[in-house]
């Protein structure tokens, strides 16, 4: 049985796109060589830069001080075209060239006029002044309202580099100076890496999958579900290694069937010529019970597997089958809810079990309310399936991330600067000292819930759960950020706005005007890792490769690194040494490439001495076993289970977990289940007919990027792309270009639209990271001018389970914009801020 196979072509499939010139290639690289020929190569010096970015390896060529060119590395297997766009981030009009302080903040004092935050109305000041200000107002609010006053657990996607990781630098400097409250998980992950340690004994989704070889070798049936790997392994969390290129490459050559159950027919769709599912947004779990129920009920469960690997299978078996709530879970009751023919999951359930398949998921179908359910169903799905731990089969959670399933190499693991040897006095209220017995000095709970923020400003001493525990959340008076747009990632931007008014003051570290720094109270400008010296690993998984990351011009305007602004902050608090220990960058670089070298060493490798390497102009390549070209996820357990026991309270995959059951959450149950979200696409309560797909962009890395030219690629009438089906493009009188506002209880935003029919009826497109430009910021819910979806996505939280973002949960309503076009500002210094 085959899908949909409309076959389209792809742009940018193209390897080396963005290369610019072959004469440019000339220099020699050794992926494949000894570590030593590197030094060798260190003699064939060339005018080009070596450096390293989210976007992979490249070189870049100074000319006058000037970046002007900037060239992929020529061992990269598909460099990304955002590239181009790095070399903008340097010099784009959206630059903040001085420190800034609100006018009303400055003159008034904390907490002044907290509506006139994103109007833009800011005042230069010196560098001491600005840090004078900083470090005041950490001890004013330490004083007054405790360390847990001050949120410091800044999430975002900052730069790549051991050193120069401003995020870490901030804990360190905020845990040398007196403490912060801090953040627990992220915005990627964070429903399934609470529930996946209660499953399968391990966070899962940041663990290597089984590698590309052998998926080339043994899968028969290779399912995308919510898994977009051609466009989401364009970067790295580390420099981007794009090995999951050369993966899809062989799989595409191997001829291996491909299903993409997906709202929309991927780029990893069509680039292997896939067949597509469409299922309605948000019902991916009710479509995998629908696909167990029928493997259970035309025997095709594999019974041996589920007795030996598994706990839990006959109280899940209740609920699949009925006995538990009188709702038999088939074919037919799925196909109600997700839109899928039953006929059509009757047969994946058919194929999958007939064949060897890998089921590589995806992190979206865990963005959404109750989104723990969905790795827990799948990881139950392929139990019954029995492939787990089988070359080729069972399940992969990051094959579109970070290129994982590319091999990992045996290298050492260049340590990185850490929040400080301090010890943390995080969490002591006002007035108290450590060690103090009096109740009223208990250490409060200093971590929250990464997306709570919102909540704790709006709700402080709201107990709320989380994973087991209760969680009081902390009254914050002071919120500092670096390394992250919080005016992009988190969702429900009018609610986030009533939010911070209740604020005292919020310090943004950024190189750009970002939403988040014109929402500022004093906004410091810091250096691109372009303007300094850093050092970083090459792949998160492949780990192949330690990469210099050079300098390659000097600081733009009045920039300064994140490490310089906090070594003088806590020099005014009297802990400068505490912080820097002595050591400058070149210091801590050296140091790290240093412990490094001991430790391959010991791995047997000889890795040339730090002078040799940093002035080689050349990635150190590491040797790579073919016990890992063919890893095999689950091996060892599948071979035995009791020696190589998972790390869940049974030591099996648990399909059932007490330890869930003894939380008695509503919204959590102790096996997997299909609840109602709170709204979606034709759901029983939905109030507007369209679902948006918040994915993650093409030409950018969140809203990194989105200040850059790299814009003109895909920007449509200067606003954020809307994908439409051409059915829901009639109905509402929309063709190609126009500009639509969509818009929602919660918020109204300007897109471009673009019609095509790669998308699922009822279904659009708006991807997350546009920045946030609201026409009038002193005005509630105020029309974003550029296009955030984040003014329509929903800020509940998955469950009080995880207590995750939920930012592919919206429905909205899309009519063509006819009043006057308001211009988009957002990408240019605010006005009065020059
Ligand atoms: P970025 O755009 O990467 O977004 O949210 P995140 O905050 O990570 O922001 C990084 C910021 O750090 C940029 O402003 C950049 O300029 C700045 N920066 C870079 N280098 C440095 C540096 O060296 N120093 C300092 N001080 N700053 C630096 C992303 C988040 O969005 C994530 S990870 C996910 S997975 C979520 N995804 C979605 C989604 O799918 N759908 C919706 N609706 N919403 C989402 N939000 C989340
Ligand atoms: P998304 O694009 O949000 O990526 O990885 P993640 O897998 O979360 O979603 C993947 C696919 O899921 C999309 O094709 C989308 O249409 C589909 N989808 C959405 N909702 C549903 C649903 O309800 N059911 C089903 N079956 N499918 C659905 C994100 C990962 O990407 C992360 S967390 C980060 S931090 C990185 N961010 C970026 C980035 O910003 N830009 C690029 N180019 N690459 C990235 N890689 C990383």
């Avoid at 007939?354 to 989104?371: E, F, L, P, V, Y």
């Avoid at 303007?531 to 050079?550: C, F, T, W």
């Avoid at 914009?817 to 605010?830: D, G, H, Q, R």
Wanted: proline share 6%.
């Amino acid at each position: 049985m085959s899908f949909d196979k409309t076959k389209i072509t792809l742009p940018d499939m193209n390897r080396r796109s963005f290369l610019k010139s072959s004469a440019m290639l000339t220099m020699v690289g050794a992926a494949s060589g000894s570590l030593l020929s590197r030094g060798a190569q260190a003699q064939s010096a060339s005018k080009l830069t070596m450096s390293g970015s989210h976007w992979g390896v490249f070189r870049g060529r100074v000319d006058h001080g000037r970046l002007v060119e900037v060239t992929p590395w020529e061992h990269d297997p598909h460099p990304t075209p955002m590239l181009e766009g790095m070399m903008d981030s340097i010099y784009s009009p959206s630059r903040i060239k001085y420190p800034m302080v609100r006018r009303a903040w400055l003159e008034k004092g904390p907490g002044a006029d907290p509506e006139g935050r994103g109007t833009g109305d800011f005042v230069r000041v010196s560098w001491d002044k600005a840090i004078d200000l900083v470090a005041g107002e950490l001890t004013r609010v330490r004083k007054k309202y405790g360390s847990n006053g001050i949120f410091g657990g800044s999430y975002g996607w900052k730069s790549v580099g051991k050193f120069h990781n401003c995020r870490t630098l901030l804990r360190r400097m905020l845990k040398t100076t007196g403490g912060f409250v801090n953040s627990l998980g992220d915005y990627s992950t964070g429903a399934a890496q609470v529930i996946l340690p209660h499953v399968v004994g391990s966070l899962e989704v940041y663990e290597q999958c089984t590698s590309w070889d052998v998926v080339r070798d043994n899968t028969k049936t290779l399912v995308f579900w919510g898994c977009n790997p051609v466009n989401t392994d364009q970067i790295g969390w580390l420099i981007a290694d794009h090995g999951a290129f050369v993966g899809l490459e062989e799989v595409k050559k191997a001829g291996i069937r491909v299903i993409c159950i997906d709202p929309i027919k991927t780029e990893t769709c069509q680039y292997l010529d896939g067949e597509w599912l469409a299922p309605r947004p948000q019902t991916d779990v009710a479509m995998m019970l629908g696909i167990a129920h029928t493997l259970y009920a035309e025997k095709l469960h594999d019974e041996e597997v589920l007795k030996k690997y598994t706990v839990g299978f006959d109280k899940f078996l209740a609920y699949l089958i009925g006995k538990e709530d009188g709702t038999p879970k088939t074919a037919e009751w799925a196909s109600k809810i997700c839109g899928i023919d039953a006929d059509i999951i009757k047969q994946l359930a058919r194929d999958f079990a007939k064949n060897r398949t890998m089921i590589a998921a995806g992190w979206s179908i865990q963005r959404q309310h109750h989104g723990e359910q969905s790795h827990w169903m799948l990881v139950t799905l392929c139990s019954m399936l029995g492939q787990i731990g089988l070359p080729g089969g069972g399940f992969g959670f990051s094959y579109h991330y970070c290129s994982g399933g590319s091999p990992t190499a045996t290298s050492p693991i260049l340590g990185g600067i850490t929040d400080g040897p301090a010890a943390p006095a995080t969490d002591l209220p006002a007035g108290c000292h450590p060690g103090s017995t009096e109740s009223a000095c208990q250490p409060k709970s200093n971590s929250i819930p990464v997306c709570r923020l919102v909540e704790a400003l709006l709700h402080p001493g709201r107990t709320i759960k989380y994973n087991g525990s209760d969680i009081v959340l902390p009254e914050i008076h002071m919120v500092y950020w670096a390394g992250g747009n919080p005016f992009s990632h988190q969702q429900d931007r009018n609610e986030m706005v009533e939010a911070w008014k209740k604020l005292d003051t919020f310090v943004v570290h950024d190189f750009q005007w970002t939403a988040s720094a014109r929402h500022a109270d004093i906004v410091l400008p810091v250096t691109t890792s372009y303007e300094r010296n850093d050092i970083e690993q090459l792949g998160d998984y492949a780990l192949s490769h330690i990469v210099p990351m050079k300098k390659l011009v000097e600081p733009m305007y009045e920039a300064r690194s994140d490490f310089d602004i906090f070594s003088d902050i806590c020099e005014r608090l009297g802990k400068r040494e505490e912080y820097t220990e002595g050591m400058n960058e070149m210091d801590w670089i050296k140091s790290f490439y240093e412990s490094a070298r001991l430790e391959s060493r010991a791995k047997g490798m000889e890795m040339p001495v730090f002078d040799t390497f940093w002035q080689s102009e050349e990635a150190l390549g590491f040797p790579v076993k073919e016990a890992q070209k063919q890893f095999v996820r689950y091996a060892d357990f599948r071979e035995d289970p009791l020696l190589n026991a998972l790390g869940t309270p049974s030591g099996k995959i648990e399909i059932y977990s007490l330890n869930i059951e003894k939380m008695h959450y509503d919204d959590c149950p102790p096996h997997p289940t299909w609840m109602e979200p709170i709204e979606r696409l034709d759901g029983p309560t939905t109030k507007y007919p369209l679902h948006i797909a918040s994915n993650h962009p093409i030409y950018r890395l969140h809203s990194q990027l989105c200040g850059t030219k790299l814009r003109e690629k895909y920007a449509i009438g200067g606003r954020e792309p809307c994908w439409i089906n051409p059915k829901d493009a009639e109905a509402r009188g929309l063709k190609d270009g126009d500009i639509a506002r969509a818009y929602n209880d919660r918020g109204q935003i300007l897109v471009g639209i673009k019609v095509t029919d790669v998308i699922r009826p009822g279904v659009i497109r708006i991807n997350e990271g546009g920045w946030y430009d609201p026409v009038n910021p002193r005005e509630p819910h105020s029309l974003c001018r550029y296009g955030d979806v984040n003014n329509l996505t929903t800020s509940v939280s998955t469950s009080k389970l995880a207590q995750a973002n939920c930012g592919q949960t919206a429905v909205v309503e899309i009519e063509k914009f006819t009043s006057t076009l308001p211009p988009v500002e957002v990408f240019v210094e605010p006005r009065k801020a020059g």
